[in-house]
């Protein structure tokens, strides 16, 4: 699950330009450049010499990987088509006509439609690696050989949390193909080639260099992008990403942009990742992931001092809330907790929790290290399977200064309970007003609401919240903050806030 609940007025994504991310397919009329070449082994096995002190000539190493390098072309039916336009991808702008060859406004086309991405293979066998979005809803696939042959695609498999496909071609014979290389070893200020098919633009290279590694851009819960500033566009989707000695550290998957086309900011999913999920798809057709059961939030500074934690736990991954019956609730994890270690990885952010959990093979057994009121604390979980509508949560919310709490509560009645349809299980008090104005406010939160606890302490009552509320103030240490456990559309994130100075 991705995090719907953003409770602070200046959510993470939004200040990194969530509207101008956009994924790279694009609807085009052009194919592939012609291109020969077959191989029996990895193109890019081969060394291509020291690096220069000059600007770098990546001629050999584009001639060598080119055979290697596919172009994607989708067919879709117009309702699908038209559903892409409108929901582009998990944490990308609406409204990007990318999967339509024309993007019309008024009427639309009868039929199916085209779009176009990239690709590469990997074996000589024909399996082929590109971007879930590029094949997303499509009624048939075909790629174009750098040569001109083109070949029907078979599935295999998707990943759309992570946005990795994998294809299946026959050519009956083998095909040039290219191994994927070592994205650990990537370093910032290095050069890299990006190869694909731009605007239908087959073949094309373009060069720059990693501009930073392990972004999260918002996209999906396990980001971990490679940034880029070699020029890529709508149509490299899919494609790979070259070192100059010729190693696949990347898929071209994303761009920021404000333009539509490149302006440098470029991200892609690094190959270790592209590794894990392909084996797992080629073996079985899908992904499995470990699974915690919990949603998880960024520590801000607010949140520590209205929490009381001490500075050992400025990083970390603060639980929002705990699923019941999950590995976590069976271990003993608590809404409040700060998560600081999963086996041997640490944990700085919610991120880093996503990632360790979800590399954890289900049913392994593995130590978490928490911070329960300031107190360290080990608990044994034994992680489960991530079902499909499952994702590991992590909601990073963002940092405020809020004035005055300003909310009227109220219980939680039949009548309350059937209009906001909370689940007979849900416990705390409805947030039946905002003051205009007031901290509560500036800090995200609004009628409909639901109060589950103020700071580790569960509220049941208007009258329970009220007392925990001033308890948690008086007792706040000069901190003048207080921090609530907030439940809004079936997810809980904890909201900071500061009573100190109301606005007016």
Do not use: C
């Amino acid at each position: 699950m991705l995090d719907r609940f953003r409770p602070l007025p200046a959510p993470r994504a939004a200040r990194l330009g969530r509207p101008l991310i956009m994924l790279l397919l694009a609807g085009s009329m052009l194919a592939g450049l012609p291109m020969a070449g077959h191989a029996d082994t990895a193109l890019n096995s081969q060394a291509a010499g020291p690096a220069s002190s000059h600007v770098p000539d990546f001629a050999d190493l584009v001639n060598r990987v080119r055979p290697a390098v596919v172009s994607i072309t989708t067919k879709m039916d117009v309702t699908d088509a038209a559903d892409e336009e409108g929901n582009a991808g998990p944490g990308l702008p609406h409204g990007m006509p990318f999967g339509l060859p024309f993007g019309m406004p008024g009427a639309r086309p009868h039929g199916s439609v085209q779009a176009r991405g990239s690709g590469f293979i990997i074996d000589a066998s024909g399996t082929v690696v590109t971007n879930n979005h590029v094949v997303k809803n499509a009624k048939s696939i075909s790629v174009l050989l750098s040569d001109g042959t083109e070949l029907p695609a078979k599935l295999v498999g998707t990943d759309p949390r992570t946005d990795i496909a994998v294809l299946k071609v026959k050519a009956g014979h083998a095909l040039p193909f290219v191994a994927l290389g070592d994205s650990g070893s990537v370093r910032p200020g290095q050069w890299v080639v990006a190869m694909g098919n731009p605007f239908g633009l087959g073949g094309s290279v373009t060069a720059g260099i990693v501009s930073a590694l392990g972004r999260d851009i918002g996209s999906g819960p396990y980001d971990d992008f490679i940034q880029v500033d070699a020029p890529i566009n709508q149509g490299n989707s899919g494609g790979p990403l070259f070192t100059q000695d010729g190693e696949v550290v990347g898929i071209n998957t994303a761009i920021l942009s404000p333009s539509g086309g490149s302006v440098g900011i470029g991200f892609a999913i690094p190959s270790a990742m592209v590794r894990e999920v392909t084996q797992q798809l080629l073996a079985k057709g899908s992904v499995t992931r470990g699974y915690l059961g919990v949603e998880s939030q960024k520590i801000t500074p607010s949140m520590a001092a209205a929490l009381h934690l001490p500075k050992s736990a400025a990083a970390g991954a603060l639980v929002a809330s705990v699923e019941a019956d999950s590995p976590a609730a069976q271990a003993g994890v608590q809404p409040g907790d700060v998560i600081l270690q999963v086996g041997e990885a640490h944990v700085s952010q919610p991120r880093d929790l996503a990632l360790a959990v979800a590399s954890a093979k289900p049913g392994s057994s593995v130590k978490l290290s928490v911070l329960r009121d300031g107190t360290p604390k080990d608990l044994d979980v034994t992680l489960a399977s991530l079902k499909p509508e499952q994702t590991a949560r992590a909601d990073e919310g963002g940092d405020a200064t809020p004035h005055g709490i300003g909310v009227a509560l109220g219980a939680i009645t039949p009548d309350v309970r059937d209009q906001l349809d909370l689940p007979k299980t849900t416990k705390g008090v409805v947030v039946a007003g905002v003051r205009s104005g007031s901290a509560a406010e500036q800090a995200g939160l609004r009628a409909g609401d639901v109060i589950q606890g103020v700071g580790n302490h569960e509220v049941t009552t208007p009258e329970d919240a009220a007392k925990a509320i001033r308890r948690a103030l008086e007792n706040g240490h000069g901190t003048g903050s207080v921090a609530l456990r907030v439940l809004r559309d079936g997810q809980s994130a904890f909201v900071a806030i500061n009573p100190g100075d109301a606005e007016g």
